[in-house]
């Protein structure tokens, strides 16, 4: 894949995000305004299961093919979750953290309705570069998703919006206007924004050589496959200033006790 084309699965990915979180369009404008239009993407997430159709390697092979390496591996027991990251030698691409379910962790009942979901989706469909925002490639009932919900809200998410970023992120680092978090996460308060204060405002810090916070995702009406409608929080908006590390370059990986609380930007148990 070639960078022309990975730029337009992006901006594809970006679109499709857009749907399901229009504060990121007017959070993005906003920087936007003061930044001489430039607002940097340091990474966007994905989320899946751990199943052999769909799994990490699946959803990663076109930034795979596009010539991005993987460069980090995460483990979340509390969330029955591993995650890896990956990069490209082109820092204007953002970073792709792409997380799974260990399915097999949960009960017999919630792995017996993934794997009937899973089951759904065609060889073909996961064949496509755009498998990665192709939304719910299966039909789910209102109950299915309640059952799902009762032991991961990660599960449930997946469950309802299927494939689809879950968030983009602006590089704090990149931003003329903004270089402290604490002053960027107070424009957006003072804007109306809803931040995810679990954990703090802030998670991780300089000594870690990363910062993040995260809006917390809004709520919009999704439709099951019987009929039935749930308000279910959707995507956010992440932020992220990175630092040095002891050689100059910036840390460009992730600190897993900081991403285990932005996943609650979605949370809603």
Known sequence: MTNN???VLLEAMWQNYLE????????HDLFAEQNNGLVINDHIALRTFNLNKVNI???????????????????????KLVARHYQHKDDTL????????????LSTQAQTIINKLVDQVSDEQVAKDEFCFSGRNW???????????????????????GYRPNHFTVSINH???????????????????TLNTNGGEVKGSPEVLLEQSSTMAGKVKVTFDDGQSLDIPSCFYEFA?????????????????????????????
């Open 5 to 7: 084309k990975i730029n």
């Open 20 to 27: 399901l979180t229009p504060d990121a369009r007017s959070i």
């Open 57 to 79: 390697d699946t959803v990663a092979r076109p930034f795979l093919e596009a010539g991005y390496i993987e460069a980090g591996h995460y483990e979340f027991p509390n969330r």
């Open 94 to 105: 953002p970073k792709v953290f792409i997380s799974e379910l260990l399915v097999e962790k």
């Open 139 to 161: 039909q789910v009932s209102k109950a299915e998703y309640e059952t799902l919900l009762a032991e991961s809200e990660y599960a449930a998410w997946v469950s309802a919006f």
């Open 175 to 193: 931003l003329t206007s903004h270089q402290d978090i604490q002053d960027l996460n107070q424009t957006l308060i003072n804007s109306g924004y």
């Open 241 to 269: 200033k990175r630092y040095p590390m002891a050689d100059g370059q910036l840390y460009h990986g992730f600190v897993a006790a900081s991403a285990d609380k932005i996943f609650e930007s979605t949370d809603q148990r």
